[in-house]
């Protein structure tokens, strides 16, 4: 992913491996957007937007799951701040 999406924040960034799911998980839901998880045999949440109610590609954003890493905390970031979420917001959103 391109550089312009990496938070400008760095003390925020540095502490990405901090964030849990449910923090994720709650913030989805305070940002407007929307997610769903198959019926059966996965732990993972796919977060989408909220105006395309299919649950195919076109509305999919990223998956989120427990025991993400560093790594994939800094991928779902920089999703939703390429998606158009704002970095205030996301960082108020991820607040305990």
């Not at 993972?44 to 790594?71: C, D, V, W």
Request: some cysteine.
């Amino acid at each position: 992913m391109a550089d312009e999406f990496l938070p400008k924040n760095k003390q925020f960034w540095k502490s990405r491996g901090n964030i849990r799911f449910s923090q994720f998980y709650k913030a989805i839901e305070k940002l407007g957007l929307r997610t769903t998880q198959p019926n059966s045999g996965s732990s993972h949440y796919a977060i989408r937007k909220p105006n395309i109610l299919t649950n195919g590609l076109e509305s999919f954003i990223i998956n989120i799951y427990e025991g993400m890493s560093k790594q994939a905390n800094g991928d779902v970031i920089k999703c939703l701040l390429e998606y158009g979420i704002k970095e205030d917001e996301l960082i108020k959103a991820l607040k305990k």
